[in-house]
């Protein structure tokens, strides 16, 4: 991977500042529509997102095009020295184009074809709706191919995988599987479908209704993905031909798990995500932060480190939340930074100007109700504005880090559908991100991988719950270890491979010969009941003597790998809870149940320590501040923040100049309440 990338799009080397912008509905307030441009200087914004949702504005009847309110919009942007990143407006279908063709409107389990209402509601599958889109498209790329305002396309508004059960999609979605498994025996035998005498005769036969048949539904989710993939690159075909320099990316939700994002990087210039993390809940801020940090590390590796764009953000509260509670002062400046610590080369909101209707009018917005500046919030997002302005340097810039943590979306599906060992709250992004957050509170960078992620950079990779195992993936990860790197691999893995069929092995199935383990069974405890790992061997890790474990209980035996902990209790007292195992040049840790806080902490910062894997600042971190790294190699940018309602003191190895307070900083560093910093190693400047 690069340290050092282009700019998102190179006309503009400079970290963008926007929002939703929707001048098609004040079309009747021209005296609103100039004020923008006065309040976007203000601020510090330079790329409004325009024309989402915009289809009826553009075309309020079939093959009847009205341009001029975009034109005059995105010349108005060119003239104040702006861009856009211009949407195009499928994400919201006319009502015209519903009533005429029903067919791109979706169709429910149960038979039922959807109304018109909401968004995200076409079939993704239907030619007549593929068609409009391209068509539409089309004349967007050809009329502002050339316009000096347009900046980045934005494909289309937080595509969705809901399902659509119409006859198209169901035709398409056996085709799928005939181009899959060949031959209906040989699906039947993946699917295991003799359970039950679900076995197919027929192609037309299936239809995905049936969650007991764990392959199909599994094969149902994966085939949505790809379709609707298809459809995002069916629609983006003409921007990409007309406008080859202009680039292309759709906006993606990190916390939906409809769709298998993974599968899309590769087919996108940018990615750029929406995040609206709940602040102030009784969770705690230093719990969130990790949790919006987790996902940032996620699509950040996604690109293999390549920047990627904060395309929605809020400028205060969300309404769509139980409780609308705004952002207390400074968390809107730390929050902005912790995108940018973690690879955002723009922070970006929804939305520009709070609307005077719909569902949406009590979204915080840049500009509310009142229509000035003369408000927290505005004064907030102008604050951050001018903290960009500074921050040329680190456009492009990226991270090396040397620890991942793979979580997969496919793993995932298979995982939450499994019937056991808990049937229900497998917790399996909380495993996860209990794993990852001791390196963010140490402030070591860290990826967060799919599956098939290259391992090559890595010197430790943690595979929490690695339900479905692929044989390639085992392969992989095995030659990993082989080469010298070190595994951490959990309980309820190796279980079922891509089919969801279970292995005919003891688990962990192809990963047995690398942790060197054989897991008999998982015993599922209730919620209050625990077992207690003893320390045998220390391994070097600085472990304590015992830790509280719950949940789950791998019952393991071993021939060869060294016993660290063992339970203490239950009949399968004095069984391994913690083992290591020589593999090749490498080590394989296998933690056989679920532990606590603590022992990730100290197992973290122990194989940390044990592999030469270092914080981004030499000093200890107190509770609640964390620390991230951008660099091209030679600058070094050092993203400090304080998720904590107490000021703290952090100490410097060095001298710096803090972007954020625009000031020079040497040995220590105060930072108040939700304060953040951005320091620049001044010997590099």
């Known amino acids: 991977m690069a340290l050092k990338y282009d700019p998102i799009n190179p006309k503009f080397p400079h970290m963008i500042h926007g929002g939703d912008y929707n001048p098609d509905q004040w079309q009747s307030y021209p005296e609103v529509l100039q004020e923008d441009i006065r309040l976007m200087k203000l601020a510090g914004i330079n790329a409004p997102s325009v024309a989402i949702f915009s289809w009826m504005a553009l075309e309020p009847h079939e093959g009847e095009y009205h341009w ?24 919201a279908k006319p009502v015209w184009m519903a009533d005429k063709y ?5 169709v429910r389990q149960d038979g039922q074809r959807e109304p018109q209402r909401g968004r995200h509601n076409h079939c993704p599958t239907s030619p007549v709706y593929r068609s409009k889109c391209v068509e539409m498209n089309t004349h967007l790329a050809e009329r502002y191919k050339d316009h000096p305002a347009l900046l980045v396309w934005h494909v289309s508004n937080e595509y969705n995988g809901g399902p659509c059960h119409c006859e198209l999609c169901l035709s398409a979605f056996r085709q799928w599987l005939k181009a899959r498994y060949g031959t209906i025996e040989n699906l039947n035998d993946c699917w295991w479908s003799r359970f039950w005498s679900h076995t197919f005769t027929d192609w037309e036969q299936i239809n995905p209704v049936d969650e007991s048949i764990h392959g199909m539904m599994l094969d149902w989710r994966r085939f949505r993905n790809e379709q609707m993939l298809d459809f995002y690159l069916t629609e983006s075909a003409p921007l990409r031909k007309i406008t080859p320099n202009v680039p292309i990316t759709t906006n993606m939700m990190p916390y939906f798990d409809g769709l298998d994002y993974a599968a899309w990087a590769p087919h996108l210039d940018v990615l750029s995500l929406d995040v609206y993390p709940l602040w102030h809940n009784p969770a705690g801020n230093a719990n969130i932060g990790a949790s919006v940090a987790f996902q940032y590390d996620r699509f950040r590796a996604m690109k293999n480190g390549k920047p990627w764009m904060l395309m929605e953000s809020a400028p205060s509260v969300t309404n769509w939340t139980p409780v609308a509670k705004h952002k207390r002062p400074g968390m809107h400046m730390l929050a902005s930074m912790q995108a940018i610590a973690h690879g955002s080369d723009t922070v970006q909101y929804f939305q520009w100007r709070a609307g005077r209707g719909g569902s949406e009018k009590f979204h915080s917005a840049v500009v509310n109700h009142d229509g000035t500046e003369h408000t927290r919030i505005f004064r907030g997002v102008a604050e951050v504005g001018e ?10 810039t990226s991270v090396e880090p ?3 943590v793979m979580f997969d979306v496919d793993n995932r599906w298979a995982l939450e559908a499994a019937q056991g060992p808990r049937r229900e709250h497998k917790d399996y992004e909380e495993t996860a991100l209990a794993h990852y957050r001791p390196f963010w509170d140490m402030g070591v960078p860290i990826d967060v991988i799919a599956h098939d992620h290259d391992l090559s950079q890595y010197k430790l990779l943690i595979a929490p719950m690695l339900y479905m195992v692929r044989q390639e993936t085992a392969d992989r990860i095995a030659d990993f270890v082989r080469q010298g790197g070190t595994l951490v691999l959990t309980y309820w893995s190796g279980i079922v491979d891509e089919y969801d069929r279970c292995y005919m092995a003891f688990r962990p199935g192809p990963l047995a010969d690398v942790v060197d383990i054989r897991d008999e069974d998982t015993d599922a405890l209730y919620e209050g009941e625990t077992n207690t790992m003893n320390l045998v061997d220390d391994d070097g890790l600085g472990l304590a003597e015992n830790y509280t474990c719950s949940l789950y209980c791998d019952i393991i035996h071993t021939d060869d790998a060294r016993v660290l902990g063992t339970y203490a209790s239950d009949f399968y007292a004095d069984t391994p809870a913690l083992t290591v195992h020589k593999y090749g040049q490498g080590r394989a840790y296998y933690v056989a149940a679920r532990f606590g806080a603590d022992f990730h902490t100290d197992f973290a910062r122990g194989l940390c320590q044990k592999l030469g894997i270092k914080p981004v600042l030499s000093a200890a971190l107190p509770e609640g501040v964390t620390a991230q790294l951008r660099t091209d190699g030679e600058t070094d940018y050092v993203f400090l923040g304080n998720y904590g309602d107490c000021p703290q003191e952090i100490t410097l190895d060095g001298h710096y100049v803090d972007l954020v307070s625009d000031s020079s900083v040497t040995d220590t560093i105060h930072l108040s309440p939700y304060g953040a910093a951005v320091l620049v190693r001044t010997a590099k400047l």
Do not use: H
Not at 387 to 396: E, Q, Y
């Open 68 to 91: 001029d309110w975009l034109d005059s919009t995105m010349d108005r942007l060119a003239k104040n020295g702006m861009y856009a990143v211009l949407a195009t407006p499928s994400g």
């Open 102 to 106: 029903p067919e791109i409107c979706r």
């Open 387 to 396: 903290v960009l302005k500074r921050m040329d340097g680190i456009v492009g």
């Open 402 to 404: 040397q620890v991942a």
